[in-house]
């Protein structure tokens, strides 16, 4: 397993806000611009996503992923693991949101990736930090406006 490549934001909004963004894997490329596409494949008994099959393209890391998710902590954890993909041979993360008491949320977002051709593991955090610190800018600008 690859080292785990973290980061966190606060964002003002309340966290039933955050979650809810974050539920709504089909808007994510919305919002996202490293998601391409979304086509949620298996719901849970609440109407979450339980599976789902995405196109990425962030930079360096492009692929038709299959990601299934885990709401058990939800809402202050939702977390993901690989399924199948065409190049990638892990890709697993976890957000963490915590309410802060003031309606702002902290999210923190942890993203493991490892890839089926040899990649130098200081490319690949590289990799994995831009595409955290992405995700996370643009969630916080989709939930500030």
Do not use: C, H
């Not at 785990?4 to 994510?28: C, H, K, Q, W």
């Not at 190049?87 to 942890?110: C, F, H, P, R, W």
């Amino acid at each position: 397993m690859s080292d785990i490549s973290e980061n966190s934001i606060t964002i003002e909004a309340p966290i039933g806000e955050v979650v809810a963004v974050l539920t709504d894997l089909a808007s994510y490329p919305t919002w996202s611009t490293a998601i391409k596409s979304v086509e949620v494949q298996d719901k849970d008994a609440s109407g979450r996503a339980t599976k789902a099959k995405m196109s990425i393209d962030a930079g360096v890391m492009k692929d038709r992923v299959i990601l299934d998710y885990d709401w058990s902590k939800s809402p202050t954890e939702i977390s993901f693991a690989l399924d199948d993909a065409d190049l990638l041979t892990e890709m697993s993360g976890t957000y963490e949101i915590a309410d802060n008491g003031d309606d702002t949320t902290t999210v923190k977002y942890q993203l493991t990736v490892a890839l089926s051709m040899p990649v130098p593991a200081m490319m690949r955090q590289k990799a994995e930090r831009a595409t955290i610190d992405l995700a996370l800018n643009q969630l916080k600008t989709k939930l500030e406006g």
